[in-house]
Every structure is written in structure tokens, then in C-alpha cells.
């Protein structure tokens, strides 16, 4: 049971699951209800408690059948990059491990589609199928393939928070103006938290590209270190840096022009100067240990700024 928990990454799938509901309770629910005392079976909320998580367990299934096949095929890779991490062959059969991936892909799907028909959206279905298939792709042969890899998982990581904002839109409803006032609010918090989590993603895989190039160089890997060169890797991520530092530095100058100086400071001290941190370790670092360090500070980073979603619960 340990062994499959660790071929799953409970962690990375706890953290799905904190930033969903953050995203749903302290966003769309006090969006969606106008500020006024929640009502967890508000008719106005297509998205109820019930279909949401539904969502989650949707979401969580397919990352986890996509950690599963992504181990199956890099058994080979993983064997020089972590040897001690390797869960498959060593506790869990290949056989296993590939019907592991089938059944949670498939209920995944499943559920994902029932969703679909329930709410007439036919988004989500479609959309969380095409995850099971990229997930395939990219453990196959996309993963090897310059920065393609890299963006699609990052592309999946902000699908983790643009899933519940299409779970929630209906078209049909924008000429209720109540409504459409509520969902564009929606909209601006979902551009920024899945473009935050689209480029610090990008960064987390652009360092870990870097840190296992021995066994990716091995095994006929294209990723940008092998194929750039790792000072030339290092620039491209200090360019998504200084990117991502400006547009926090934005949308912090906004909240403090809104008056939420509890928020400002946190996100100074919890995401700006880790972030500052991470720019000057990137420099100096030089062994595999360096950038697994910074992915374990890109990990914090990842979790502090999905948990701001709090001060929205009162700023909303």
C-alpha cells in the first residue's frame, strides 16, 4: 500500500485536491453568492458540493494514472536519475502498474463525462479524456522532445484550476446580469492563478530537466539542457523569473491600492523573496543536489501562492 501511494505522488495529488478546493470555497463559492452568507445548495451554483467533488476525484485519478505511466516508461531513466525512488518492478509488477493506470484513467474519464452530461457542457469530458491521452503521449515520447514536454505538463497544471471555472460557466445564463458579473470576477482570478501555476511550473520542470540530464542524455532525451546546454537553460528560466516577478509585483501593487495590506505581506515574504531566492540560487548552482534543492523551493513556492486564495474568502 506505501509503495503505491509513493507511485501515485500522494503529495503532488494532496496538492490538487488543496488547490481545488481553495480555489472552489474561498473564490467561486463567495463569487458566485455575492458576498452574502454561503448557501452550499445555492440554485444559482451549478457546481454544488456533490459535483464538486466529483470534479476533484475526477482530477486527482487522472494525475495519478499519469504518475503511473509516466514511472512505467521511465523505468529505464529513473534507474540512473533515482535509483532508490523506483517503485515499479521493485514493489509493483509492470502488469500491474499498466491496469493500475487503466482503472483510475477510465474512472477519471467516466466521471468526467457524467459531469459533462449533467451540466450540458461538454468541455470537461472531452477536455479530461484528452488529459488521459496527453499524459500517454508525453510518457511515450513527448517528454524527450525540446521544452514540448515541458509545456504540456505546465498546460495541465493551470487545467487543475481552469477545470472548475468551466465546470461553472453557462453560456446560456451570461444575459442574467447578476450572473455575468460573478463568472467575469471568476475569470480574472482564474487567468491569474493558472498563469501563476502555468509558469511555475514551466520553471519546477526547466530545473528538474536540468537535474536529471545524466539519465535523460543516456536514453536519447531532447530536453533543453541536453539540447541547449545548462547555462543556456539557466537564462530561459531567469527570463520566466523576471516575468513572473513582474506580474506579481502587478497584481501586488493592485491589492494594495485595494487595501489588502495582510495579503501584500504575505506575498512578500512567502512568494517574492523565496522567488528572489530561487533567481540567486539558480546562479550558483552547480550539482545535481543544487537543483534539487531549488525544486523542493519551487514546491514551497507553488504551495504559497495557491494558499493567497484565503484572503480572497474576505476580500471577495
Same mark, same amino acid.
Request: proline content about 3%; aromatic content about 16%; charged content about 15%.
Given at each position: 500500500?506505501?509503495?503505491?501511494?509513493?507511485?501515485?505522488?500522494?503529495?503532488?495529488?494532496?496538492?490538487?485536491?488543496?488547490?481545488?478546493?481553495?480555489?472552489?470555497?474561498?473564490?467561486?463559492?463567495?463569487?458566485?453568492?455575492? !458576498? @452574502?452568507? $454561503?448557501?452550499?445548495?445555492?440554485?444559482?451554483?451549478?457546481?454544488?458540493?456533490? /459535483? &464538486?467533488?466529483? #470534479?476533484? %476525484? *475526477?482530477?486527482?485519478?487522472?494525475?495519478?494514472?499519469?504518475?503511473?505511466?509516466?514511472?512505467?516508461?521511465?523505468?529505464?531513466?529513473?534507474?540512473?536519475?533515482?535509483?532508490?525512488?523506483?517503485?515499479?518492478?521493485?514493489?509493483?509488477?509492470?502488469?500491474?502498474?499498466?491496469?493500475?493506470?487503466?482503472?483510475?484513467?477510465?474512472?477519471?474519464?467516466?466521471?468526467?463525462?457524467?459531469?459533462?452530461?449533467?451540466?450540458?457542457?461538454?468541455?470537461?469530458?472531452?477536455?479530461?479524456?484528452?488529459?488521459?491521452?496527453?499524459?500517454?503521449?508525453?510518457?511515450?515520447?513527448?517528454?524527450?522532445?525540446?521544452?514540448? !514536454? @515541458?509545456? $504540456?505538463?505546465?498546460?495541465?497544471?493551470?487545467?487543475?484550476?481552469?477545470?472548475? /471555472? &468551466?465546470?461553472? #460557466?453557462? %453560456? *446560456?445564463?451570461?444575459?442574467?446580469?447578476?450572473?455575468?458579473?460573478?463568472?467575469?470576477?471568476?475569470?480574472?482570478?482564474?487567468?491569474?492563478?493558472?498563469?501563476?501555476?502555468?509558469?511555475?511550473?514551466?520553471?519546477?520542470?526547466?530545473?528538474?530537466?536540468?537535474?536529471?540530464?545524466?539519465?535523460?542524455?543516456?536514453?536519447?532525451?531532447?530536453?533543453?539542457?541536453?539540447?541547449?546546454?545548462?547555462?543556456?537553460?539557466?537564462?530561459?528560466?531567469?527570463?520566466?523569473?523576471?516575468?513572473?516577478?513582474?506580474?506579481?509585483?502587478?497584481?501586488?501593487?493592485?491589492?494594495?491600492?485595494?487595501?489588502?495590506?495582510? !495579503?501584500?505581506?504575505?506575498?512578500?515574504?512567502?512568494?517574492?523573496?523565496?522567488?528572489?531566492?530561487?533567481?540567486?540560487?539558480?546562479?550558483?548552482?552547480?550539482?545535481?543536489?543544487?537543483?534539487?534543492?531549488?525544486?523542493?523551493?519551487?514546491?514551497?513556492?507553488?504551495?504559497?501562492?495557491?494558499?493567497?486564495?484565503?484572503?480572497?474568502?474576505?476580500?471577495?
Amino acid at each position: 500500500m506505501i509503495a503505491f501511494f509513493r507511485l501515485i505522488r500522494w503529495p503532488n495529488l494532496f496538492f490538487i485536491i488543496v488547490t481545488q478546493v481553495l480555489f472552489y470555497l474561498c473564490l467561486l463559492l463567495p463569487a458566485m453568492t455575492d !458576498g @452574502n452568507e $454561503l448557501n452550499w445548495y445555492d440554485p444559482g451554483l451549478k457546481l454544488d458540493p456533490f /459535483y &464538486f467533488i466529483l #470534479l476533484v %476525484i *475526477s482530477s486527482v485519478f487522472i494525475a495519478a494514472a499519469g504518475y503511473i505511466i509516466n514511472d512505467y516508461f521511465d523505468l529505464n531513466i529513473d534507474q540512473v536519475n533515482k535509483p532508490d525512488s523506483i517503485v515499479i518492478q521493485k514493489h509493483i509488477s509492470r502488469r500491474w502498474a499498466i491496469a493500475w493506470h487503466g482503472i483510475l484513467s477510465t474512472v477519471g474519464v467516466v466521471i468526467a463525462f457524467y459531469l459533462s452530461w449533467k451540466f450540458r457542457n461538454p468541455v470537461i469530458g472531452i477536455a479530461n479524456f484528452g488529459c488521459v491521452l496527453l499524459l500517454w503521449l508525453y510518457s511515450t515520447s513527448l517528454k524527450k522532445k525540446l521544452l514540448v !514536454g @515541458n509545456i $504540456l505538463i505546465s498546460l495541465l497544471t493551470a487545467w487543475v484550476i481552469l477545470v472548475i /471555472y &468551466f465546470a461553472e #460557466l453557462s %453560456i *446560456s445564463r451570461f444575459d442574467e446580469a447578476p450572473y455575468r458579473d460573478s463568472i467575469k470576477a471568476i475569470f480574472k482570478f482564474t487567468v491569474i492563478y493558472s498563469s501563476f501555476a502555468f509558469i511555475i511550473s514551466l520553471i519546477r520542470e526547466l530545473v528538474k530537466d536540468i537535474e536529471d540530464r545524466e539519465g535523460d542524455a543516456r536514453y536519447g532525451c531532447k530536453t533543453m539542457p541536453i539540447v541547449w546546454g545548462v547555462p543556456a537553460t539557466k537564462y530561459f528560466i531567469m527570463v520566466w523569473l523576471f516575468i513572473l516577478g513582474a506580474a506579481l509585483l502587478i497584481v501586488l501593487l493592485y491589492g494594495l491600492l485595494k487595501g489588502w495590506w495582510l !495579503g501584500a505581506v504575505y506575498c512578500i515574504a512567502f512568494i517574492i523573496i523565496p522567488l528572489i531566492k530561487l533567481f540567486t540560487g539558480l546562479q550558483k548552482a552547480e550539482s545535481k543536489e543544487d537543483y534539487h534543492q531549488l525544486s523542493g523551493l519551487i514546491k514551497g513556492i507553488m504551495l504559497a501562492g495557491i494558499l493567497t486564495m484565503l484572503f480572497f474568502k474576505w476580500y471577495l
